[in-house]
């Protein structure tokens, strides 16, 4: 077991500038995290090791991986409803506190995402983003727009996606989970194929500290489709998680011992 960051050595000192030695993996939900927590024997973080803010929900869980040391963050559960607190919102902050905090060489933004059968997604497709962008921050405004819309792309990882053999698709992100025609409008101008609640929050951020971040998105539900999104989702979140995390440990496997440029 890793010990934790107070305890590490420097990552790019310990091994080379451009080595990954630090991953953030930064996920939205409990279900959607505990397979890794398990998969790894992650441990949570102790309140007296808390890199966090007094009264966050936040939770950090860490440990290694081959030669990586691993830092598995999540938004944790509302204080005043007791769910998951998925949105934008909550994964800029989680995200920002644990990059300033932990320092990571990469940080890997892994969850579920609503696909879309018109761009190829299937239930079950795993895909590694491209491009990041926002559906639903409309400020009609010259220049405002744009900025509203806030397309990146994401970190380009042209080996994984041949080695893993991959899907790769631009990724849209809105902190609603069904869809209004507004929301749709704004999907097929960003060309998505997926969408999640989270992704181009953990871009935005991953920018601020032109830390490399890579998207990992595993499709519940088919948003184009016939049935309902919330059932869907929900009908298929177990199965789909657990193919998130075989995904998400082969990427892991994938990068140990490897320079950001190898990606």
Same mark, same amino acid.
């Given at each position: ?97 644990? !990059?300033? @905090?932990? &320092?990571?060489?990469?940080?890997? $933004? ?5 696909? %879309? =059968? +018109?761009?190829?997604? #299937? ?25 509203? !819309?806030? @397309?990146? &792309?994401?970190?380009?990882?042209? $080996? ?5 053999? %991959? =899907? +790769?698709?631009?990724? #849209? ?27 181009? @929050? ?14 990992? =998105? +595993? ?45």
């Amino acid at each position: 077991m890793a010990p934790p960051p107070s305890e590490q050595p420097d990552s790019a000192a310990a091994a080379g500038a451009g080595a990954i030695s630090r991953v953030l993996i930064v996920m939205a939900m409990e279900t959607e995290a505990m397979p890794l927590v398990n998969r790894f024997n992650l441990v949570e973080a102790p309140a007296r090791e808390s890199i966090f803010p007094k009264g966050a929900s936040w939770t950090r869980y860490y440990g290694s991986h081959k030669d990586l040391h691993i830092d598995l963050v999540m938004p944790g559960k509302d204080a005043v409803f007791g769910v998951d607190s998925v949105g934008t919102v909550s994964a800029s902050l989680v995200t920002y506190a644990s !990059v300033e @905090a932990l &320092k990571p060489d990469l940080i890997i $933004n892994a969850g579920t995402a609503g696909g %879309f =059968k +018109a761009k190829g997604a #299937s239930v079950g497709d795993v895909f590694v983003a491209s491009d990041v962008a926002f559906h639903d921050r409309r400020i009609p405004i010259p220049v405002f727009d744009t900025y509203g !819309v806030g @397309a990146r &792309k994401a970190f380009a990882a042209p $080996n994984i996606l041949k080695e893993l053999n %991959f =899907k +790769a698709g631009k990724l #849209s992100t809105g902190d609603s989970l069904d869809m209004c025609p507004q929301d749709e409008e704004m999907i097929v101008s960003n060309d998505a194929t997926i969408k999640d609640m989270e992704g181009a @929050a953990v871009a935005y951020v991953a920018d601020i500290f032109s830390t490399p971040a890579i998207f990992v =998105k +595993a499709v519940t539900d088919i948003v184009d489709g016939d049935k309902p999104t919330p059932e869907e989702f929900l009908n298929n979140l177990i199965s789909v998680t657990a193919r998130l995390e075989v995904s998400v440990t082969r990427v892991l496997d994938f990068i140990s011992g490897k320079r950001i440029s190898d990606l």
